[in-house]
């Protein structure tokens, strides 16, 4: 009897065990859809919003849809690019014909800054452009390291001249985009640098290699007057591109998005600078990402204009945006261009990597 009973006791146990295993996904499953996969990428819909479109380019845009992004393409106001206007009339071109594809963001020049005629011009550019669909305002490094006053003194961005701009903007509920300052790279000689990029970029460009230029705002004064604009404005909607130039150090970033709850920044061209601090500290990068998963945006800072080859860029920017990928959806280990060192992707969660390519752009940029 006894045994009897203990055979079908163990009967009921082992289907009791099948219809548990039935029930709950195992531990293998579970996992498996926690993470995306490097042939996910095409699959994901994402966002890239810093990229420079200045010509009418089909090319760029088949590339971002074979690749499932979708763009935001900034205007802005070196001396090197087509005036602001024509970018403008670019853009407006470019979202008649692929209203689902792409966005853009205006910019403002300082023509006329230091007269009577400068903020109200401003003021009716700024107008007009939202009026046409603007969901963004590029404000660029010329404030800080180009733009002077009448006594030769550089004007910083937190000049009162320029905060009725800034009231405009977010009285009108645009996102304010700043490229404020330049790397910390770019107070160092050229040898200290630390990825190849800057290096590159640096040698070719010693206008803004500000090793050279003792005399103007130093590192710190561009960090400090964009920490001050924050201070005087702080319900603006911000997204400091390029990691806000604090892209040496997450912990320095961190102080800035714990101190402003409406500043969010872009990894545009910065990606190297993480990927760099990974080499010496993984686990630091990786918990900065998750933390702060809410504030960062996925750019590349990619541009096209009229001499672009479209066979050279699309075969450059198809890889680079995949070496992104497999950083932070692997933890393989993995060369990338700017240093020699290997690194070791960061595997984020599915939930962090949405953030990061689609809804926060959505979120920080309303309106994409």
Same mark, same amino acid.
């Given at each position: ?23 709950? !996904? ?51 106001? !070196? ?5 602001? +206007? ?62 002077? +006053? ?8 937190? +000049? ?54 003792? =005399?103007? !705002? ?42 402003? !709850? ?99 752009? =959505? ?6």
């Amino acid at each position: 009897m006894k045994t009897k009973f203990l055979y079908l006791s163990m009967i009921c146990l082992l289907f009791y065990s099948k219809a548990q295993s039935q029930m709950k !996904p195992s531990k293998a499953n579970k996992s498996s859809t926690k993470f995306y996969t490097l042939q996910d990428f095409k699959s994901v819909e994402k966002y890239d919003t810093h990229v420079h479109i200045n010509t009418y380019d089909t090319a760029f845009i088949n590339l971002a849809k074979a690749d499932n992004f979708k763009l935001l393409t900034v205007n802005v106001n !070196p001396s090197t690019y087509p005036s602001v +206007d024509n970018q403008e009339n670019v853009s407006l071109e470019l979202i008649k014909s692929f209203p689902e594809q792409v966005a853009y963001a205006t910019t403002f020049t300082v023509k006329d800054w230091g007269t009577d005629l400068w903020l109200p011009q401003t003021l009716a550019y700024l107008k007009n452009s939202f009026s046409k669909g603007a969901i963004g305002v590029k404000i660029w490094k010329n404030i800080g390291m180009e733009l002077r +006053d009448k006594d030769g003194k550089f004007v910083m961005v937190n +000049d009162a001249r320029l905060d009725p701009v800034f009231d405009f903007i977010e009285k009108n509920n645009v996102t304010l985009i700043g490229h404020l300052g330049e790397p910390k790279n770019a107070w160092l000689p050229v040898e200290q640098m630390t990825v190849s990029g800057d290096k590159s970029y640096f040698s070719k460009n010693p206008k803004y290699h500000m090793y050279l230029h003792p =005399e103007y !705002p130093s590192y710190q004064d561009q960090i400090d007057a964009r920490d001050k604009m924050l201070e005087k404005h702080p319900t603006i909607r911000f997204v400091g591109v390029h990691l806000g130039s604090l892209e040496w150090d997450v912990d320095e970033l961190a102080k800035r998005l714990d101190k402003f !709850p409406n500043m969010a920044v872009d990894m545009a061209e910065r990606i190297c600078h993480l990927q760099y601090q990974t080499i010496n500290n993984r686990q630091k990068v990786y918990d900065f990402m998750v933390k702060y998963q809410d504030r960062l945006i996925y750019a590349t800072d990619n541009s096209v204009g009229k001499s672009a080859n479209p066979a050279e860029y699309k075969k450059r920017f198809h890889e680079r945006r995949l070496s992104d990928w497999k950083y932070f959806v692997s933890d393989d280990e993995m060369n990338v261009p700017d240093f020699q060192e290997k690194i070791q992707g960061l595997k984020l969660p599915k939930v962090v990597i949405d953030k990061i390519y689609r809804t926060n752009a =959505e979120k920080w940029f309303p309106g994409i």
